[in-house]
């Protein structure tokens, strides 16, 4: 049996048995809250109480009824709390690692020193099994952040950003939000993930439909090695179905914080009978709002977006990709007084398009004083072994770091040779997007970007973050095999 139909069936009965009952014990909206501004949590035997307390340890989620999942997650539960803390305001971050393995706490987004960033390559401690260790920095710039672990994987698919170990982190300014009704945190999951030697369809990803300017003249033919891939699936902590609905009234806005969580998968995902308003991206204003059927996000990769609740019904939010919203990443919204059968609705444009949401040609921007290729390779390592990644002709660690001159403004070329799409993520900084796969914008600023299939992507930073800056695929195997590269300040 290929694998499709295996998961195909697996689906199917997940799905059935989840419907029926709907009923479950957390909500879509229901994660736990933290605000550093007035909680001080983890009293214990330091003399100052840390604002946020957050302990790693092994939890059982159950993402469909009698379905659990053995995972590691923060303070009992996964996604750990949504973290809201004031932009400028310095925090204290109380960790206490109630693991076997030492860990370490990514603060995804953030302009923060790299001894607090949690990044082990840019020589942030780590937090060691069954101790404790406390971050202490001023979180900024205001936006939709996330946190979570940053620990090599390997062959290990119980560590790093395979478990549980994240969660939503709000900066805010103060000035941020508009009217709005309802807010709702989705984070998009896969678990239990697995080796195999297929290749997902990434065109159903909307990670394989570009230009392809740097596909090579002679495709590599070795045959390739082992991938991670999963076959169940949730948004938050419940796969579709099995938790309760999202429940909204006609004539609502709501606001969706949507976070790709996953380890292993870009995903699109589409609202039936609706369409997203996307005001943001990785947290920053995008220069031009816009309404879409579909959002497609990497690994790493936020979206906030309103929801104009104008079609009263029953209909299902979720991956637009029939195989993994029936294998669970999807989740009902149910308008009041509605009854009916959760209506899917296929997009009729399922596209993803950056630029849209961009202004203009960038022909104000300031022009670039140093320009950086940096060139994505597969090396397939054929049967029963893991593939090899390298930027530049090189796998991470590189003789030399790469160089960004304070002040200076650099431009970042990302030739993707690879015959996948990669989120890719530069830690520290924002950049602007210039281009991509040959269509220019401005205006646009990310902290995470994906770079299609054969396809390339150039962004701009100024540089203004002393130390060291890892940078690496968000896909945790390429990640730890060899795409990464570290940048410092000369
Ligand atoms: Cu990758």
Redesign the pocket.
């Known amino acids: 049996m290929k694998r499709k139909e295996f998961l195909g069936l697996g689906a199917t009965a997940l799905f059935g048995g989840a419907i029926a009952r709907l009923v479950g014990q957390s909500r879509a909206t229901g994660m736990s809250q933290i605000s550093a501004q007035n909680v001080a949590e983890g009293k214990s035997e330091q003399t100052t109480a840390a604002d946020v307390t957050l302990r790693i340890a092994p939890v059982a989620l159950e993402i469909a009824p009698s379905r659990f999942i053995s995972t590691i997650g923060y303070n009992g539960t996964s996604p750990g709390p949504v973290l809201r803390m004031r932009e400028g305001k310095p925090v204290t971050v109380e960790v206490i690692n109630d693991t076997d393995a030492s860990e370490l706490v990514h603060w995804h987004g953030l302009f923060i020193p790299a001894e607090v960033d949690g990044s082990e390559e840019e020589g942030t401690p780590m937090v060691p099994a069954g101790g404790r260790h406390r971050y202490q920095f001023t979180p900024r710039p205001a936006g939709t952040r996330w946190y979570h672990s940053h620990a090599m994987a390997g062959a290990d698919l119980h560590r790093g950003t395979y478990t549980g170990q994240y969660g939503f982190l709000l900066v805010e300014s103060g000035n941020d939000p508009g009217r709005f009704d309802q807010e709702l945190f989705l984070a998009l999951r896969d678990w239990e993930p697995f080796f195999t030697d297929q290749m997902e369809n990434e065109a159903a990803e909307g990670g394989g439909l570009g230009r392809q300017l740097e596909r090579p003249a002679t495709l590599d033919t070795r045959p390739n090695g082992l991938e991670v891939t999963s076959q169940l699936f949730s948004i938050n902590d419940k796969a579709l179905g099995a938790g309760e609905p999202i429940r909204v009234r006609a004539g609502q806005r709501v606001l969706v914080h949507v976070l790709n969580a996953s380890a292993i998968e870009n995903r699109m995902i589409a609202l039936s009978g609706h369409q997203f308003h996307v005001i943001a991206m990785d947290g920053n204003p995008v220069p031009s709002p816009k309404s879409v059927e579909v959002l497609m996000l990497g690994p790493g990769e936020r979206i906030d977006a309103y929801v104009e609740m104008n079609q009263p019904g029953v209909w299902i939010l979720g991956a637009t990709d029939d195989m993994i919203r029936n294998a669970g990443m999807g989740v009902i919204v149910e308008y009041e007084n509605q009854h009916r059968q959760p209506q899917w609705i296929a997009p009729s444009n399922p596209v993803w398009d950056y630029t849209a949401f961009g202004a203009g040609s960038g022909a104000a921007r300031p022009a670039p004083d140093h320009t950086t290729d940096m060139v994505f390779e597969k090396i397939p390592s054929g049967a029963g072994q893991f593939n090899l990644?390298q930027v530049n002709g090189q796998p991470y660690p590189h003789d030399r770091e790469f160089v960004l001159q304070s002040g200076a403004r650099h431009r970042l070329i990302f030739r993707n040779r690879t015959d996948?799409a990669?989120?890719?993520h530069l830690h520290r900084h924002l950049f602007e997007v210039v281009d991509v796969d040959g269509k220019p914008t401005a205006g646009l600023m990310k902290d995470t970007v994906v770079v299609p299939l054969y396809g390339r992507v150039t962004v701009d930073l100024t540089a203004d973050q002393p130390g060291l800056s890892l940078f690496h695929?968000?896909?945790q195997q390429?990640?730890d095999y060899g795409?990464k590269a570290l940048f410092r300040y000369a």
Do not use: A, E, L, T
Request: hydrophobic letters at 45%; aromatic letters at 18%; glycine letters at 0%.
């Open positions: 990644w996948d990669h989120p890719v695929c968000h896909i390429h990640m795409f």
